[in-house]
């Protein structure tokens, strides 16, 4: 098949390249960004000198959707829902990396993005890429979005003791703490490294967008109308993401008894690894990888339930999550050009 790029500038859209590269189904055919149309893809990233040669071409719909089957969205919240349905109604499959169609309802998009969505009738159509735990609807799915890396991270880290009524969803807390490739490419002041090297500091409490995402799966997989605390810090390294979750208890389990529960929860998923008891999960151990690796840990002097989640951000939590929807989407081994030993140390 024929793939597109749109936003092949940012770190998403060079994952999906370097991931792409050895795909045996699929070929890159167009590569996408407004920002650099014109220069060669290895003008912006040199690393993929001898694999690409194409220069990074501009956004003309009709003629990109004449040469591709599947699309690829890299692009910033808020574009991808005034071009996308426009390849989507030409019978495109479209995979969205931003955050335009991960939430149901627009005003609540609104919301959380300080922006109208202009495509707001694709909301329900839209089926939410987080693989397993969704694989049969998107087996289905014409246009998938991705889930953010946050939400990645922290969901399938949560999913088997929601879905098991084990905890409580009132009293879940996450911890998140990013590598600065989250905050993407263009410069920013605060991701700067005068900035953050030697430094950490919290970020967008209690206003981050992922909130309204974590909250809604959350709900529709426990069945509980809740909220929860996430709070987001940025740390100095470049890729990465680790949460760390709490939440009451509402059975009387131990941690041997939560790891049997994981492991038997995702026993058919390639890319979730759990640890044994008393080992915990570094982001190093995930880098460069769509591996989410967890641990956890039953806190019996307060009876609640401790969960470590990690994943590589531009990996598990963008890229590479959604490559892995596109071989579930075409049927293809949900492995292919996935299957990567993590980069150690």
Request: with cysteine; net charge neutral.
């Amino acid at each position: 098949m024929k793939v597109g790029i749109i936003g092949a500038n940012g770190y998403g859209g060079a994952e999906l390249l370097r991931l792409l590269q050895k795909h045996p189904f699929v070929q890159v055919e167009e590569i996408i960004s407004h920002s650099t149309q014109g220069k060669h893809i290895t003008e912006q990233y040199p690393h993929l000198n001898s694999f690409y040669n194409q220069t990074i071409g501009k956004l003309e719909i009709r003629e990109i959707a004449s040469k591709v089957d599947i699309l690829f969205f890299a692009t910033p919240s808020g574009i991808s829902n005034e071009i996308l349905p426009q390849f989507f109604e030409q019978g495109k499959t479209c995979i969205d990396l931003s955050g335009d169609f991960r939430l149901i309802q627009d005003k609540t998009y609104e919301k959380w993005y300080k922006k109208k969505h202009s495509s707001p009738s694709y909301l329900k159509q839209a089926v939410y890429g987080l693989t397993e735990v969704y694989r049969e609807k998107i087996k289905d799915a014409q246009l998938i979005a991705n889930p953010g890396c946050y939400p990645t991270a922290a969901l399938l880290g949560i999913t088997p003791v929601l879905k098991a009524k084990w905890i409580e969803p009132s009293t879940v807390v996450i911890d998140g703490k990013s590598g600065v490739s989250g905050a993407g490419r263009n410069p920013i002041l605060g991701s700067s490294y005068a900035e953050i090297n030697e430094n950490m500091k919290a970020y967008k409490l209690g206003s981050h967008q992922h909130i309204p995402e974590i909250e809604q799966i959350i709900n529709e997989i426990s069945g509980a109308s809740t909220t929860i605390s996430f709070t987001t810090h940025l740390i100095p390294m470049t890729r990465g993401i680790m949460c760390t979750i709490y939440a009451n208890l509402t059975e009387k389990v131990t941690t041997q008894e939560v790891i049997d529960l994981y492991k038997s929860t995702y026993q058919n998923d390639p890319f979730i690894r759990i640890r044994s008891a008393n080992k915990w999960p570094a982001t190093k151990e995930v880098t460069g990888s769509n591996f989410c690796d967890i641990g956890v840990l039953i806190d019996e002097r307060t009876n609640r339930l401790i969960i470590v989640s990690v994943i590589d951000n531009l990996v598990k939590g963008a890229a590479g999550q959604a490559v892995q929807n596109m071989n579930v989407m075409n049927g293809w081994d949900e492995t292919t050009s996935l299957h990567l030993t993590p980069l150690f140390p």
